[in-house]
């Protein structure tokens, strides 16, 4: 006879397995009707936006030059709402601002949705957002079935079929909260600079956004990619230059080099090794950071942990960030 602690074990395994197996199964499912939102607003109008640029108040159109230059902020799968950054995140931003003043900062995007909808504004995540923020801690199940929920929206917008959609949306959406932030010279002369900083999955939607926000207006695109998860496809015709930042620690960028065929060496003609060997692509190595975290790419602990060091993992993101050439074309 079995004694009692193996019948517990024994059954314990078994409800584990039944559980791990029903959550297999509802996530594939989600994954199967993932792209079923992104098609609803195309047919409630996103089409027309396939064929023109948004309209924008005239309060948000530039009559003169305006700005030389926009920063764009997309998180990563972590983020479930527009404001929802990390301290690190938020200071990054503001050190930026203060170090490029002639760069207008542009945050509140939510790369996760077409329709810059945060997971709170959709009835059927609301109550894990809510017990999510009530759990307080990125560790909590509720946050980790919403970074599932944003990981598959990262998915949607690599995706051949529905890519064009989601990105087309993506790009909306920074348009619009870039002339929100301040008024955009839609008829400009001289190309502006606009850079898309992306993290994680965020990386990914900039790519996507960026044919559209480059047919759309008078720019030049940077991406700045920090531990960046992205095909080899989108985007790569349609910037100037690709910084992807990576740490000795992050183990997940190197994910989208596994994950995407066109990022494979032997894919001699994709439009990321044509980027590489054009020299419109660098990867740059940041040192010991993180994926996330506080010993992240925006992490506010003193490097290696040791209270002794003033240098925090974020000021060696910005000290390398703000040597970068592009600054100086503004």
Not at 191 to 205: K, Y
Not at 306 to 319: I, K
Request: charged content about 15%.
């Amino acid at each position: 006879m079995k004694s009692l602690l193996q019948t517990l074990i024994a059954r314990s395994l078994g409800d584990t397995g039944k559980l791990l197996t029903a959550l297999g199964l509802f996530f594939l499912a989600w994954g199967t009707i993932a792209p079923i939102s992104t098609l609803s607003w195309w047919l409630r109008g996103g089409d027309r936006l396939a064929q023109q640029r948004p309209e924008l108040p005239a309060k948000d159109v530039a009559a003169g030059a305006g700005p030389p230059c926009y920063l764009v902020f997309l998180a990563g799968v972590g983020n479930v709402a527009d404001v929802d950054l990390a301290p690190g995140e938020d200071a990054f931003l503001t050190a930026m601002a203060a170090a490029e003043p002639d760069c207008v900062v542009v945050r509140k995007v939510f790369p996760y949705s077409a329709v810059n909808d945060n997971v709170g504004g959709q009835p059927v995540f609301r109550w894990l957002w809510q017990l999510s923020d009530r759990l307080d801690g990125e560790g909590d199940p509720a946050h980790t079935v919403l970074k599932i929920r944003n990981l598959w929206r990262m998915a949607l917008s690599a995706d051949s079929r529905y890519g064009q959609i989601y990105n087309r949306g993506a790009a909306a959406t920074i348009l619009e909260r870039m002339a929100a932030t301040q008024a955009i010279p839609l008829e400009a002369d001289k190309p502006f600079q606009l850079v898309l900083v992306g993290t994680s999955g965020g990386v990914q939607v900039a790519m996507g956004a960026a044919p559209y926000l480059q047919e759309w207006l008078p720019v030049e695109i940077t991406v700045l990619s920090f531990g960046g998860v992205f095909d080899g496809q989108d985007g790569f015709g349609a910037v100037q230059q690709v910084y992807h930042f990576y740490g000795q620690n992050d183990w997940i960028d190197n994910l989208g080099l596994v994950l995407f065929p066109s990022r494979w060496g032997w894919t001699w003609g994709s439009p990321y090794n044509r980027a590489r060997r054009a020299g419109k692509y660098e990867a740059i190595a940041t040192g010991p950071h993180s994926h996330d975290g506080d010993r992240g790419y925006f992490g506010l602990d003193p490097l290696g942990g040791d209270p002794r060091q003033a240098t925090t993992y974020l000021d060696l993101t910005l000290q390398q960030v703000q040597a970068l050439p592009l600054w100086n074309q503004l």
